[in-house]
């Protein structure tokens, strides 16, 4: 495996995630999540799909889907004087931890299952942008991804992985979980900092010259269908998640970074989806970044942009 910049070596980021999957088999009843090995001898974890998902299940999901190189915890934060649970997030790896492992890059479509993954096992494959920039590509047996969808995946789905991550169908790992459940909006909450490094790729920013994320987000409530949770997880992002940036290289796009969903909408994201029909891909990817982002830059100056806006999060919470 090949290791961006001057970073020490490390594991491959598929087996540091399989170490974490292992860890979630081991303690599946404290975490209240499922296992099921399915014929093809891949495990098929349940992290909110037939059962209710949790807190900690979130946070090991979230843990899992950036390979073990960011820590999570929750903290209880207010929104329009009300408590709120929030996730936090840091790494000092985040093009491998956010781009590289985390981001939802890989569209999964196979005989009636839809999902959209998330983990390392994109890392396997390689062939978005994202690898080629951080010079990256991961080598190893097990592939690691994380479904969110709101029905679990089988054979037919280990088969597609397994064949483009160049595993053994035996070698792959799929937690999934609904958008609609309590580990959806904890995994969504943990994805502040992954939206703001993102966005400085789009920008043209060297993800490798980002040293450090960290980051907070609310936890949305639970919905009671996939599109009302989609809706308000993207709330909770784009006015609610804070993000604090250490870079080594100055940028005249810093301010690009925070979401302009508040100033070119101004209302909850279930009204801006409707008006184009739930179609998201019509929408400018400037709406998809996090409320706030402050940018340190080494030796330089301090740069601070965006705000929270609690109304909008109340409004869409139902506070």
Same mark, same amino acid.
């Given at each position: 495996?090949?290791?961006?910049?001057?970073?020490?070596?490390?594991?491959?980021?598929?087996?540091?995630?399989?170490?974490?999957?292992?860890?979630?088999?081991?303690?599946?009843?404290?975490?209240?999540?499922? #296992?099921?090995?399915?014929?093809?001898? !891949?495990? &098929?974890?349940?992290? %909110? /799909?037939?059962? @209710?998902?949790?807190?900690? $299940?979130?946070?090991?999901?979230?843990?899992?889907?950036?390979?073990?190189?960011?820590?999570?915890?929750?903290?209880?934060?207010?929104?329009?004087?009300?408590?709120?649970?929030?996730?936090?997030?840091?790494?000092?790896?985040?093009?491998?931890?956010?781009?590289?492992?985390?981001?939802?890059?890989?569209?999964?479509?196979?005989?009636?299952?839809?999902?959209?993954?998330?983990?390392?096992?994109?890392?396997?494959?390689?062939?978005?942008?994202?690898?080629?920039?951080?010079?990256?590509?991961?080598?190893?047996?097990?592939?690691?991804?994380?479904?969110?969808?709101?029905?679990?995946?089988?054979?037919?789905? #280990?088969?597609?992985?397994?064949?483009? !991550?160049? &595993?053994?169908?035996? %070698? /792959?790992?799929? @937690?999934?979980?609904?958008? $609609?459940?309590?580990?959806?909006?904890?995994?969504?909450?943990?994805?502040?900092?992954?939206?703001?490094?993102?966005?400085?790729?789009?920008?043209?920013?060297?993800?490798?010259?980002?040293?450090?994320?960290?980051?907070?987000?609310?936890?949305?409530?639970?919905?009671?269908?996939?599109?009302?949770?989609?809706?308000?997880?993207?709330?909770?992002?784009?006015?609610?998640?804070?993000?604090?940036?250490?870079?080594?290289?100055?940028?005249?796009?810093?301010?690009?970074?925070?979401?302009?969903?508040?100033?070119?909408?101004?209302?909850?994201?279930?009204?801006?989806?409707?008006?184009?029909?739930?179609?998201?891909?019509?929408?400018?990817?400037?709406?998809?970044?996090?409320?706030?982002?402050? /940018?340190?830059?080494?030796?330089?100056?301090?740069?601070?942009?965006?705000?929270?806006?609690?109304?909008?999060?109340?409004?869409?919470?139902?506070?």
């Amino acid at each position: 495996m090949s290791v961006p910049g001057d970073r020490p070596s490390m594991e491959p980021l598929n087996r540091m995630a399989t170490e974490l999957v292992d860890e979630a088999i081991d303690f599946a009843d404290e975490l209240a999540i499922a #296992v099921k090995q399915l014929d093809s001898e !891949a495990t &098929v974890l349940d992290f %909110g /799909v037939g059962v @209710p998902g949790g807190i900690e $299940a979130g946070l090991m999901l979230a843990e899992i889907q950036t390979a073990g190189l960011a820590t999570l915890d929750s903290t209880l934060g207010e929104i329009d004087d009300t408590p709120r649970t929030h996730v936090e997030l840091s790494t000092d790896y985040p093009g491998l931890a956010l781009l590289g492992a985390q981001k939802a890059g890989w569209e999964v479509s196979v005989e009636g299952f839809e999902g959209l993954g998330s983990g390392p096992a994109r890392a396997l494959v390689a062939e978005e942008e994202e690898y080629a920039r951080l010079g990256y590509q991961d080598d190893f047996e097990f592939a690691v991804l994380a479904l969110e969808a709101d029905t679990l995946p089988d054979d037919p789905v #280990v088969s597609e992985v397994a064949d483009r !991550a160049g &595993v053994p169908e035996s %070698g /792959v790992f799929l @937690p999934t979980y609904a958008t $609609a459940s309590l580990t959806g909006s904890v995994a969504a909450a943990a994805r502040a900092a992954e939206l703001a490094l993102f966005r400085l790729l789009e920008l043209g920013y060297d993800p490798l010259d980002v040293l450090s994320a960290s980051a907070s987000a609310p936890v949305a409530p639970v919905a009671s269908e996939e599109s009302t949770a989609m809706a308000r997880t993207t709330d909770a992002l784009a006015y609610g998640g804070q993000v604090h940036l250490v870079v080594s290289e100055p940028f005249d796009r810093f301010d690009e970074v925070v979401s302009t969903a508040g100033e070119a909408y101004d209302e909850p994201f279930e009204a801006i989806f409707e008006s184009v029909e739930w179609a998201h891909e019509e929408l400018a990817t400037a709406l998809f970044g996090p409320a706030q982002v402050t /940018v340190d830059v080494v030796g330089g100056d301090t740069h601070i942009y965006g705000q929270r806006r609690e109304d909008l999060l109340a409004e869409s919470f139902g506070l």
